[in-house]
């Protein structure tokens, strides 16, 4: 990077932690730095909740994904519309009434202790484990543009992050998200325009629209049934719906976010302005992906994007990589002028588009064994480099400054979402764990203080998760499998306490238990793609509730 790119990064970090400092001011209780007091409007809430999905994960790892797979990936939000619906008419409402910290809360008043700290437990341990993934996200960067160690980079990363959520709390959290979000959305609008503008002389937007349709990267609707397949319209729709259900419904690191809402009203419309925009947000954002594939069409592609192991491999094997260099190299040749012929020949069944098709193919071999031999000979590094095609992008084809400012944006998305999951985090080991044990509330003061406590140790854990989230894969995946291994039991235990009431504590607890150990088999013997768990997980608390109730078992 250059000195003006370094200058943009640290003046863009600096203010947003000195402004969410400044907004720290006037703690005074657990109410104040869990809830900002709920005095929060409903655009504020609507930036919050999206800034708390939209993690550095997904500005850094979704245009390789949609670069290696296409656009398919964008159906895994068509259940949230609907969600968004079923959230407000009847999870918003019954947690404003009850005046909560944490969803959780609700459970001990509808069933009883132990299953509110069963559910609490559940969201701890997934929450913190997928944070730990949002933190080690940024930490590529630094660990890229730097040449630092990974492990230093995710100290450094956390470490700045946990300033103003530390001292801040849920005000300074919800603040900050609203700039950093703005300068978000308007830097990836800028990176798309230039992803184009990088283009060969005479070649267009619809033109790398034509190369990234005919390599099948605009597959955006999957319309075949399959158990198996990740990212298809009954797996978007269904188990979407069910994702999004628990995640906004249940997960406190999203309800934290409309809680802070001054009324139901204000809730409700920050969540369904949310349902609106997601999905469009997220469509454009996989686009650019699909648009880097058609620039690396006409521009030379490095053989793995993870710059760093692929230097360590060169000293490795220098002689073996050197050989699959040279037919890269001019396969690639070939393959630019075929991309240019197919652009101007664009007759459906030419014999360009079939070169075109097949010299991609041989590409993807080449590129394949060299993600083989880095798993092989180079040790602690991430051979599969999806999370790593953005960022090549931007580190080797943008303009000074602007270099800069795209880091800035990746650090502030990773900031956003995880300082609320820590916010959320801290609210729910507070209120769901250690004040439960207190007979006598503390005074405003002591929470305050324990609030902050919470915040600094669930930090400190999630930047050692971080510390063992490289060989992961692409970072979007896995924080969606993680959460899909738990959120179907969480969102099967509000189901059954919102819509059957006659169903006991006991009843639940069991099934609970039951279906979470039901998730994690299927899971293991990879019956069904991921998005299936949330469903799995729900329906089985619901029928093995069922069960157990009509026995009267458990009454």
Same mark, same amino acid.
């Given at each position: ?92 409402? &019954? ?23 069963l559910t609490a437990f559940l969201f701890l341990l997934s929450r913190g484990l ?40 849920? =005000? ?19 990176a798309g325009y230039l992803v184009v503008d990088n283009l060969p002389n005479g ?10 349709? =005919? ?96 230097? =360590? ?229 619901? &029928? ?12």
């Open positions: 990077m250059t000195a003006l790119d370094w200058i943009v990064l640290i003046v863009t970090l600096v203010s947003i932690i000195s402004y969410g400092v400044y907004k720290s001011r006037g703690q005074h209780g657990a109410k104040t730095y869990l809830l900002a007091d709920r005095k929060m409007p409903w655009y504020i809430v609507l930036l919050g909740v999206m800034a708390t999905q939209a993690s550095a994960i997904t500005f850094l790892s979704a245009p390789g994904q949609a670069y290696t797979d296409g656009m398919r990936f964008v159906q895994y939000y068509f259940g949230l519309p609907i969600a968004m619906v079923v959230i407000c008419i009847t999870f918003i409402p &019954i947690f404003q009434k009850l005046n909560v910290y944490t969803a959780y809360e609700y459970l001990e008043n509808r069933f009883d202790r132990k299953t509110r700290l997928s944070t730990g993934i949002s933190i080690y996200a940024p930490s590529i960067i630094l660990s890229s543009i730097m040449g630092w160690n990974i492990y230093i980079t995710n100290i450094i990363t956390g470490g700045l992050l946990i300033i103003y959520t530390f001292s801040g709390g849920a =005000k300074a959290i919800a603040h900050t998200q609203k700039l950093q979000f703005i300068i978000i959305l308007g830097a990836m609008a800028l070649l267009g937007f619809t033109d790398a629209l034509y190369v990234a349709g =005919k390599s099948g990267k605009l597959n955006v609707i999957t319309t075949e049934f399959d158990w198996k397949d990740r990212y298809n319209i009954w797996s978007g729709v269904i188990g979407g719906f069910f994702l999004a259900l628990s995640y906004f419904g249940t997960d406190n690191s999203q309800v934290g976010r409309y809680l802070t809402a001054k009324n139901t009203y204000e809730s409700r419309i920050g969540l369904l302005m949310n349902g609106l925009v997601k999905v469009p947000m997220q469509f454009l954002i996989l686009l650019i992906g699909a648009l880097l594939f058609a620039f690396y069409s006409f521009q030379q592609a490095p053989l793995n994007f993870n710059e760093s192991a692929y230097n =360590k491999l060169k000293v490795q094997i220098p002689s073996q990589l050197s050989q699959i260099e040279e037919q890269y190299v001019s396969l690639h040749k070939n393959y630019q002028s075929q991309a240019l012929q197919l652009v101007n020949d664009r007759s459906d069944e030419t014999e360009a588009q079939q070169q075109f098709l097949t010299t991609q193919k041989e590409m993807s071999v080449l590129r394949d064994s060299v993600h083989g031999l880095i798993s092989k000979h180079v040790s602690q590094s991430d051979a599969n480099d999806t999370n790593y095609i953005f960022l090549h992008f931007v580190t080797h084809s943008l303009p000074s400054g602007l270099v800069g400012l795209l880091f800035a944006v990746i650090f502030l998305a990773s900031w956003g979402s995880i300082s609320a999951a820590l916010n959320s985090l801290a609210a729910s080991s507070l209120m769901d764990v250690q004040l439960l044990a207190h007979k006598i509330p503390p005074s405003e003061d002591k929470q305050l203080w324990l609030g902050r406590m919470h915040t600094l140790l669930w930090g400190v854990f999630c930047i050692g998760v971080a510390m063992f989230a490289t060989r992961m894969g692409s970072l979007i995946e896995a924080v969606n499998i993680l959460g899909s291994l738990f959120y179907g039991t969480i969102l099967g235990i509000f189901l059954v306490a919102f819509y059957m009431k006659k169903i006991s504590g006991n009843s639940v607890f069991i099934a609970a238990l039951v279906a979470e150990i039901c998730v994690i088999v299927v899971y293991t013997l990879d019956v069904v793609s991921f998005l299936w768990l949330n469903v799995i997980g729900a329906g089985a608390v619901v &029928i093995i509730s069922l069960l157990l109730s009509q026995k009267k078992v458990f009454r």
